[in-house]
């Protein structure tokens, strides 16, 4: 997951985001004015608890990061002085769902968020940064996308799945006869009924003529830019706060909890909590199951060509710890072995770390200026001079 994580933010350096660190704490209310009360996260997921004071304050550890960094935006008075930001945050999250694989009680989660950007080239930019991940990563994504319209284009929208759930009622499963008048838009999402839900109405079809470029734009942009993705009119998420683009990015290296990436466009959601009318965009990538895709899919990692660096005897071994720090800074991962055990062992260590290399070092070579450099993956070994030690290993890359 560290190696993830560094590859975003490699790759968010290139795209000019910047770090934001948001509280794992927030008041309930943050989340339950954004995120939705009847989102699966507010209603049934999300750790509360009260506060140490009389005005009984509830706050919740954070199920989410969005919420988190328009507060904070707010606070910070930018969507009135500066309303155009990028923002990266990483870390962990909470919900309380049951675990199983790529499903945890804490996970973790890259975000982006992009405000004061309401025009189809942002949210374009942000599915070829998604792709210009996947790419780093060696990985197969699949991008589903989807629009659900302006606050006009929803609520006829909502109307018509409400009015096709309710003529579908005996049909619908025991949470979807919850959802219907709470969240009908939800029956989409639902697991269970999925033919019921691949019948219902389609946000595409309900589309203000503003609305349908916007997301022809984005389509036209994806295209040009080479990201292959389909159209998926079940894509609505779960969140209150989505409007326009959503999307959906699921991993074909994964087995059932698939989903990697989840994003949409909220332009309603900074003025909701209480600041100006800028609009915003965003996405969170789910941290193990890139890491569980990456495990399945056996992508080779660029990296440092790892040494293991064996010494025998004292003089050796203070050689040794000398040439480490030099191969250290070409640079090369080095482990300086324990010089108490034996070559045999330190052998079986090499190989155990996945050494590329091992460099041994015993009193006759001390006394030469030289070294076995051994190939642990041909097996094949050859005496080199300390002086050439670093020319011989640093131009041969790992594979
Ligand atoms: P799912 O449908 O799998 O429950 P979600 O729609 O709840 O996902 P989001 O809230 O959109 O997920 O979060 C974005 C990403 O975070 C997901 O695509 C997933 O990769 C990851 N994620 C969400 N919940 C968890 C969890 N409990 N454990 C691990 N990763 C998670
Ligand atoms: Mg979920």
């Not at 219902?200 to 589309?207: E, G, I, N, V």
């Not at 022809?216 to 942009?221: P, W």
Request: contains cysteine; glycine residues 8%; neutral net charge.
């Amino acid at each position: 997951m560290g190696y993830v994580e560094e590859r975003a933010r490699a790759l968010m350096e290139r795209y000019a985001v910047g770090e934001i660190r948001i509280p794992l704490l927030e008041r309930t209310e943050l989340y339950q004015r954004s995120t939705g009360e009847t989102s699966d996260i507010v209603s049934k997921q999300m750790y509360t608890f009260t506060d140490r004071d009389e005005a009984e304050t509830t706050l919740a550890l954070r199920p989410e990061g969005t919420p988190g960094v328009v507060r904070a935006y707010i606070e910070a008075g930018m969507d009135r002085s500066d309303p155009e930001q990028r923002f990266f945050y990483s870390g962990p999250m909470f919900r309380r769902e049951r675990p199983q694989k790529g499903r945890y009680r804490q996970f973790y989660q890259f975000g982006v968020e992009v405000f004061g950007r309401a025009d189809a080239a942002c949210d374009a930019e942000l599915l070829v940064m998604i792709d210009d991940l996947r790419r780093d990563l060696g990985l197969q994504f699949q991008l589903e996308i989807n629009s659900l319209g302006c606050g006009k284009c929803r609520s006829a929208f909502r109307t018509a799945v409400l009015d096709y759930g309710r003529a579908h009622f005996t049909e619908l499963c025991h949470d979807c006869h919850e959802r219907l008048e709470r969240n009908p838009l939800r029956l989409l999402d639902c697991k269970i009924d999925v033919k019921l839900a691949e019948a219902a109405p389609k946000s595409l079809d309900f589309l203000c003529a503003e609305c349908r470029k916007h997301f022809d734009t984005v389509l036209d942009l994806l295209k040009s830019a080479g990201v292959e993705f389909v159209i998926n009119p079940r894509i609505v998420r779960g969140l209150d706060y989505y409007m326009r683009t959503t999307f959906e990015v699921t991993s074909t290296n994964l087995g059932s909890q698939n989903a990697v990436v989840a994003g949409g466009r909220y332009d309603g959601l900074v003025e909701t909590l209480g600041g100006a009318p800028v609009p915003g965009i965003g996405f969170a990538i789910g941290m193990e199951r890139i890491a569980l895709a990456l495990e399945a899919a056996q992508t080779p990692r660029a990296g440092l060509m790892r040494v293991a660096l064996i010494a025998l005897g004292e003089a050796a071994a203070r050689r040794a710890t000398e040439l480490a720090r030099e191969l250290r800074a070409l640079p090369l991962q080095v482990e300086l072995l324990s010089t108490e055990r034996s070559l045999k062992a330190q052998l079986k260590r090499a190989d155990r770390i996945g050494a590329n290399y091992a460099v041994i070092i015993g009193a006759d070579e001390l006394a030469r200026a030289a070294a076995q450099l051994r190939d642990l993956g041909a097996s094949a070994q050859r005496e080199v001079s300390l002086a050439n030690l670093a020319a011989e290993l640093y131009p041969a890359r790992r594979d």
